[in-house]
């Protein structure tokens, strides 16, 4: 590639696009060997202030030409690329690298049209073809074979090659710029293994996006050094010991209970991450009813959609990113619109994703599900409410959003005296200084600041649990504005469209109360691990009070 790290904005550098963002741990790598940037900043990646995040940004990382994470979009972009070089500078070639379950999404497909239309001969790309994406192997998953006939009918120049020999991929870049004022953009099949050179990874699906523990580094790295004589950096290990429960595990264990209770018009959709949202659980023990559509989300909630017409109840199963994002206009559409009982279940909302950073932190997904007419909005607080929760969501008729969460929330509950109701909050403790609603993770954290208030401050704050965004429990936050005087709203969401301003909207009109809205302040979120992401944000007990404490002092 025609690139200079002294120069990495010159506007006539050939470009590359990670499409398949999640392998940015290698493009930094090939990035700081070249000088773009120190190799002792590699270790910072992924930490809570690093310009390393988890996905590739192009605001912060110098050499990286376009930020990418959510799959299937990279490629697009690549060809908007490809396009306006050829009207620039023919010279500029273009290159993308996408992951075989990436191409499943409907979008690259778009992109494999386009690029044949327009004949970007200058566009190289490239798919890393090693036959595994999350849930399994691609074949199994959604078969995306025969790739080579596939791609030779969108009109490319398809050259196969093995991705893991320099040789085959030095001759295939030559092929590459040979086929310049052809007419047809480029495809390199790439054949590759998954983690060749470490014995217990290679071609084994559980290690994706998985750290090794001690023990398994060390394997691996000699057996590295063993093959190639490689000098290792030693990465940062974190041994988090957390009993609490992540509400995503809530999640995949109520959808078998409700299996096990006899519903057997319980169906469960997922797009290849039935291992992260849970859904594997339900998978393992009633594959008859579960459906992986692979990396192709707008599908999903289009085929959950006709299932519903028979009666079924689909639970559809993506993180919050790409089921509230991606599939928007499908949610908005083809459930919304014509009132089907189908589910949605996002996982891994928020900040809390952390370490994969702002393309995969989705502070977005309330407002975005409530302005859909008739969406009810639920985000619970801990595993209990979680399991109930969604037992509630499949006894409601007509569409529901819920959120869980990939980081573990101490239990807040007691089985024995909770009952979870659609619409309903509640308070968890009283006081009369001030009222706290939040939802969520950020709940615990609400009682953690109220505790630190009473005994420090001598505040007393009641915290107000609020499950359901929409529709609001209108009586509990009027009583509390009525009783309370002020009102602090908590979420992990953006503080544009989500519970704060449904709580604001409801006292405009009925009951005017100073209220302030903690949550994300209209930015993008960055990565890092999740806490300390949520400190840097404000979405911690000790933010809470601070902004507690400044609100009650204000008329004093």
Not at 511 to 521: L, N, S, W
Request: with cysteine.
């Amino acid at each position: 590639m025609q690139i200079d790290p002294q120069n990495p904005q010159d506007p006539d550098r050939d470009r590359f696009v990670l499409s398949k963002g999640h392998a940015a741990p290698g493009l930094y790598s090939v990035l700081a060997e070249r000088g773009f940037f120190p190799v002792a900043d590699l270790p910072t990646l992924r930490r809570s202030g690093s310009y390393l995040q988890g996905h590739p940004n192009m605001n912060t990382v110098p050499g990286v030409d376009m930020s990418t994470g959510s799959l299937g979009q990279g490629v697009s972009a690549a060809a908007g690329m490809a396009l306006a070089a050829k009207m620039k500078n023919p010279d500029v070639n273009v290159y993308t690298l996408l992951g075989d379950g990436e191409i499943e999404e409907g979008e690259c497909w778009e992109a494999f049209m386009f690029a044949n239309h327009y004949k970007l001969d200058n566009l190289c790309i490239m798919i890393d073809v090693n036959g595994l994406q999350i849930d399994g192997p691609t074949a199994k998953v959604m078969n995306s074979e025969p790739l080579d006939q596939k791609m030779d009918a969108f009109g490319f120049n398809t050259i196969i090659c093995n991705g893991n020999s320099l040789a085959d991929l030095e001759q295939a870049f030559i092929l590459f710029d040979r086929s310049h004022g052809s007419g047809k953009p480029t495809c390199f099949l790439l054949h590759t293994t998954k983690g060749l050179g470490v014995s217990f990874m290679e071609n084994a699906v559980d290690w994706h996006g998985k750290a090794p523990n001690d023990a398994e580094y060390d394997k691996a790295m000699a057996e590295l050094r063993a093959s190639y004589e490689v000098m290792e950096k030693e990465a940062e290990r974190i041994n988090a010991d957390n009993k609490s429960i992540a509400t995503r595990d809530s999640y995949g264990a109520a959808l078998l209970e409700l299996a096990d209770a006899g519903h057997d018009d319980v169906v469960v959709f997922d797009a290849d991450l039935s291992a992260s949202t849970r859904t594997s659980v339900f998978a393992k023990k009633y594959s008859e009813r579960f459906f992986d559509c692979g990396i192709a989300e707008c599908n999903m909630v289009g085929v959950a959609a006709g299932m519903s017409t028979f009666g079924y109840v689909p639970f559809v199963s993506s993180f919050a990113m790409f089921a509230a994002g991606r599939a928007f206009e499908q949610i908005r559409n083809s459930i919304g619109y014509p009132e089907l009982n189908v589910k949605i279940a996002a996982t891994h909302g928020g900040l809390s994703v952390g370490e994969d950073g702002a393309s995969h932190q989705c502070c977005e997904d309330f407002a975005l599900m409530r302005t859909i007419p008739g969406m009810v909005v639920i985000c619970p607080s801990d595993d209990l409410e979680a399991r109930a929760a969604v037992r509630a969501a499949y006894a409601h008729k007509g569409p529901v959003y819920l959120r869980f969460s990939r980081l573990a929330t101490p239990s807040l509950h007691d089985a024995n005296n909770y009952t979870f109701e659609i619409g309903k909050g509640e308070v968890l403790c009283d006081g009369f200084d001030l009222a706290i609603i939040s939802t969520g993770l950020m709940t615990s954290e609400a009682l953690k600041a109220a505790v630190t208030l009473k005994r420090q401050d001598a505040i007393s704050v009641r915290v107000i649990n609020m499950p359901t965004i929409k529709p609001l429990d209108e009586e509990i936050v009027l009583r509390a504005a009525r009783e309370c005087h002020k009102i602090i709203t908590v979420e992990e969401h953006s503080v544009i469209g989500g519970l704060g301003e449904a709580v604001c909207s409801l006292l405009s009109e009925k009951a005017p109360t100073p209220v302030r809205r903690i949550g994300v302040q209209d930015k993008f979120g960055h990565s890092g691990p999740a806490w300390e992401v949520l400190r840097d944000y404000g979405l911690t007990a000790d933010a809470i009070a601070d902004a507690v404490r400044s609100f009650v002092k204000e008329d004093q």
